[in-house]
């Protein structure tokens, strides 16, 4: 029966158009060289910061123990989250049928309720990069766009299903420092 609820859910994300809420940001901390921003699990989030090309950025984040890609069926809650997000075969078998939407999340080729950093570029198209893996370890972003953008970052979820998602992530954004622009590692966009 619960398994029938589940996929009586999904018929309507398959028409799925609509956007989420761009929201700014509460930024809780600026100085020169740090913004820190708090993301409503439910909304893109623009952060103000313009990225310069060619650039190189530490991006840290904190999640609340909340932190969900939700559901009103308590058996189909999402399992325990960090900022990399989770994959199907983490469900129980009855939910694992969402694999038919997975070409509709936000970053197709990313994992579900993985933070995604999308950089608006003054023209063309944004770029998208998967930002989740290892931001709680301080990776350092290097941003080689054509040109400065501004960062909007998200959680990759469906278009028309971010309302039932919870929790907050603290987002830090600051300058790399030479030391650290050595590691700068890269990451991968979507597709």
């Known amino acids: 029966m619960r398994a029938r609820i589940f996929l009586l859910s999904l018929i309507p994300i398959y028409g799925c158009t609509s956007t989420p809420e761009i929201v700014e940001c509460e930024n809780i901390s600026h100085s020169e060289k740090t913004n820190t921003f708090i993301l ?12 310069k090309k060619n650039t190189s950025y530490v991006l840290s984040a904190t999640l609340s123990d909340d932190w969900a890609d939700g559901d009103k069926y308590e058996e189909l809650r999402r399992p325990a989250l960090d900022e990399s997000g989770w994959v199907v075969g983490q469900l129980p078998w009855f939910a694992q049928g969402i694999t038919l939407v997975e070409p509709f999340r936000r970053c197709p080729n990313g994992r579900w309720f993985e933070i995604i950093g999308e950089v608006k570029q003054p023209s063309g198209p944004p770029i998208k990069y998967r930002l989740g893996q290892g931001m709680r370890d301080k990776k350092v972003f290097f941003y080689n766009g054509p040109d400065d953008g501004r960062l909007m970052i998200y959680a990759n979820d469906l ?3 971010y309302e039932n ?7 830090s954004v600051r300058l790399a420092t030479e030391e650290e622009i050595t590691r700068k590692e890269k990451f991968p966009t979507c597709e």
């Open 40 to 51: 409503p699990s439910k909304k893109t989030c623009n952060t103000t910061v313009s990225l």
């Open 159 to 161: 278009n028309c299903r």
């Open 165 to 171: 998602n919870i929790g907050e992530m603290t987002m």
